[in-house]
């Protein structure tokens, strides 16, 4: 194995390369080694200073996290840069590609930073559920206003070099060949004598927001008002408050006790968890890294409605031109004018500027002619969920489809070799089955079919990366991943209702666990008039919902439904009369009502919830538990924080869910209770 850590020499300038592939996260393969160096270097009088860079792809970008978990191996990251910060002599780093979370606290450790144009700094640390806890809260702030570092900290997201360069988090961005720039950079400050003050030394902005708190409070307050339950938003900000009111050791100890207790949490953990999930989702069998996407510059849409329309400008978003095809000209026009009123209401709000808005409407195109669809690389349908109508586009798609290029369906429930079979080319025909609003929404459930062939799948994969999504590869079932574990998710609503739960106290134990709302309040958002439809067309019924259907009680829009709503607000109130229309429902029933625990409610909505999930993995539909995560998160407000359902029911233990299936199904006997044969063996195994 080639040195993690290998020093060059330039003009009395020592450049300290640093080498641990993919991404020089600094485990301790790295800190060792570099310590030891950075140790030699200090007593060495032929240095005069010191760069520190990175080969491959990228400066360092943070701790290992996969050694979070394990017991910790000095030197500690602290270490390393205390000691990198007691050498007098000047000290550069040379930052290319990414240097986060702890990648940027070593940077922060040197005297001086430069950066490639293209570089990036940022402390994520916040978005494993964390906080910096190698000096970043203490050292920031110093370098760029308490105020501006809690803004990085807390957010999470990486500035840019330019945007870097106007904060003071770097001192120069490199023109041409970076690492030189850096050493004749290094020089000049080394002759140039000094002194080279470390970071953790200055005061002067520190200063400034001592003499201001009230306006660091106020930014503190705005920063964590979407915490959502999250507790290291509110560790880091406490952090940073430190750096202003402690001495800097202080806040240093103080900053590590915190990091150490929220590593040592649930929070993190069910963080980091889906911090590899996502990437483990994208390893597919069967499409390993020899397989190459198609490449796709031209994607097409058929179907300029809620669906159509969002997709088109998350492809457009992604850089790809796109035709959005309708059959009508009045329905292509209403689609068109829709998409112009979703970009402008970004600009509004601030956060779309008005050239890029022009940029992205420049890239779409509508048409009513499936012939302007004859040059795409991708295709989506994205028209109304009747199989019939499926058809007809496929078979059309079929004619006009240049070849090699890929059909993809936004179906969420059919079946997608159903579909496939429409046409002469099953094994181009794959599923993309986005969420609404599909601008937006991260999620993409990737839907493999029998035929679908490996490279339609890579380029399926590669299309959804270029466009930000969170793809997961799932199979072909009813309602897929998400919507099929949905369905048994409220599989007890209406029981619960009946048996005397209210929508309010049903929804509440969600918003407590930390859902972004209940099901009761989904369904008044959604629409009740669409699973109203629904249970028509399967023979079904829902004694409460269906009455306040016929009442014509839809929900939001109609300002009633399982709450009531002030005209044009959407903050839900409970309402007397559906709560008197659920009693008379019980007595109709013969069901005798009674206290509903919070307890009871999530034991009969979720846990048969994970009980699918189960099947799903029984059956194959999913490759692993981390990838339901995945989709839960990314696609149906489960709270991150817990890691998704199936992470969720390990920690909680999956021995205990099981036995109150068991029990629900001996008192119930429905099947939605009865446990799946996953689970019964991941309770055993305490694992999936
Ligand atoms: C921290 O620093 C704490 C400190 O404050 C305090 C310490 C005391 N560790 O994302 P990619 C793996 S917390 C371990 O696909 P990209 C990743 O799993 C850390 N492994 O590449 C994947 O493995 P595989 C704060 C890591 O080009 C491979 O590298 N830092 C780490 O799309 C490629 O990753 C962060 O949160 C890591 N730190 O994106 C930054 N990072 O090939 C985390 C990556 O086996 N990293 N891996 O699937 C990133 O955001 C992205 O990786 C990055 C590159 C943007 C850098």
Not at 193 to 208: C, D, F, N, S, T
Not at 292 to 309: E, F, K, L, Q, S
Not at 422 to 434: A, E, I, M, Q, Y
């Amino acid at each position: 194995m080639a040195d993690t850590v290998s020093v060059t020499r330039q003009d009395g300038v020592a450049v300290v390369w640093l080498d641990n592939p993919p991404v020089n996260a600094l485990g301790h393969a790295l800190r060792q080694p570099l310590h030891a160096m950075l140790e030699k270097l200090r007593a060495d009088a032929d240095t005069a200073a010191i760069v520190i860079a990175c080969k491959g792809r990228t400066f360092v970008a943070g701790a290992d996290i996969s050694e979070f978990g394990q017991p910790p191996k000095a030197p500690s990251l602290p270490d390393v840069i205390a000691l990198l910060e007691s050498i007098g002599k000047p000290t550069v780093a040379a930052i290319h590609g990414n240097a986060l979370g702890g990648g940027f606290e070593l940077a922060l450790g040197c005297h001086y930073r430069i950066a490639a144009p293209d570089a990036r700094v940022g402390l994520p640390e916040v978005t494993l559920g964390l906080l910096p806890g190698a000096g970043g809260t203490v050292r920031l702030p110093r370098l760029v206003g308490a105020r501006e570092a809690l803004g990085v900290i807390v957010s999470g997201k990486p500035v840019n070099a330019e945007k870097a360069l106007a904060l003071g988090a770097i001192d120069a961005i490199a023109e041409g060949d970076l690492v030189a720039e850096a050493v004749s950079f290094a020089r000049a400050r080394a002759e140039g004598g000094g002194p080279h003050v470390p970071v953790l030394k200055r005061e002067e902005k520190i200063e400034a927001a001592r003499n201001d708190l009230d306006a660091f409070e106020e930014t503190a307050k705005a920063a964590t008002a979407n915490a959502r339950g999250l507790t290291a938003p509110l560790r880091c900000t406490e952090a940073v408050r430190n750096a202003i009111l402690l001495e800097p050791s202080q806040a240093l100890a103080r900053e590590r006790e915190m990091f150490v207790e929220l590593r040592d949490g649930e929070e993190s953990a069910a963080l980091r968890h889906l911090f590899f999930a996502e990437r483990e989702a994208v390893k597919v069998e069967g499409v390993g890294k020899d397989v190459a996407a198609r490449p796709v510059r031209h994607v097409g849409i058929v179907g300029a409605g809620t669906m159509g329309g969002g997709i088109a400008m998350a492809f457009a978003n992604g850089g790809m031109r796109v035709t959005v095809l309708e059959v009508g000209d009045e329905a292509l026009q209403r689609g068109l004018g829709q998409i112009e009123k979703n970009y402008a209401g970004s600009v509004s709000r601030g956060s779309l500027s008005e050239k890029d808005k022009l940029a992205r409407l420049a890239r779409i195109r509508g048409t009513t002619d499936y012939t302007d669809m004859s040059d795409c690389d991708l295709i989506v349908e994205a028209v109304f969920e009747e199989m019939g109508v499926k058809r007809k586009v496929f078979e059309k798609l079929d004619e006009v489809a240049r070849d090699g290029a890929v059909l993809a369906s936004n179906t969420s429930y059919l079946d997608l070799d159903a579909i496939a079979a429409f046409t002469k080319r099953p094994s181009d025909v794959v599923g993309l089955h986005f969420f609404s609003p599909a601008h937006v929404m991260r999620l993409l459930e990737i839907v493999r079919g029998e035929r679908t062939a490996p490279e339609v799948l890579a380029t399926a994969l590669s299309v959804a990366k270029a466009i930000g999504k969170t793809p997961v590869v799932v199979g072909v079932c009813d309602g897929f991943v998400g919507n099929r574990m949905l369905a048994a998710r409220r599989e007890e609503n209406e029981a619960l209702l009946l048996e005397g739960a209210s929508p309010s106290s049903v929804d509440k134990a969600f918003t407590d666990f930390g859902w972004p709302m209940g099901p009761f309040q989904m369904v008044d958002l959604a629409g009740l008039d669409i699973s109203w439809r629904h249970r028509q067309s399967q023979g079904l019924t829902a004694p409460v919902a269906d009455s306040l259907c016929e009442l014509g009680y839809f929900g939001q829009k109609t300002g009633r439904g399982f709450y009531r709503y002030d005209e044009g607000a959407r903050k839900p109130v409970p309402d007397p009369f559906v709560e008197e229309l659920i009693e008379a429902k019980s007595r109709e029933l013969g069901i005798e009502r009674r206290a509903i625990g919070a307890e009871e409610i999530l034991e009969r909505t979720m846990y048969p919830m994970i009980n699918e999930g189960a099947r799903i993995l029984e059956e194959g539909i999913a490759a692993r538990a981390s990838d339901i995560d995945v989709v839960w998160v990314n696609g149906y407000g489960f709270p991150r924080g817990k890691g998704g359902p199936m992470f969720w029911a390990r920690r909680h233990g999956i021995d205990k869910i099981l036995a109150r299936l068991e029990y629900w199904h001996g008192v119930t006997g429905k099947p939605v209770y009865r446990p799946a044969r996953k689970l019964v063996e991941a309770a055993a195994a305490a694992s999936w």
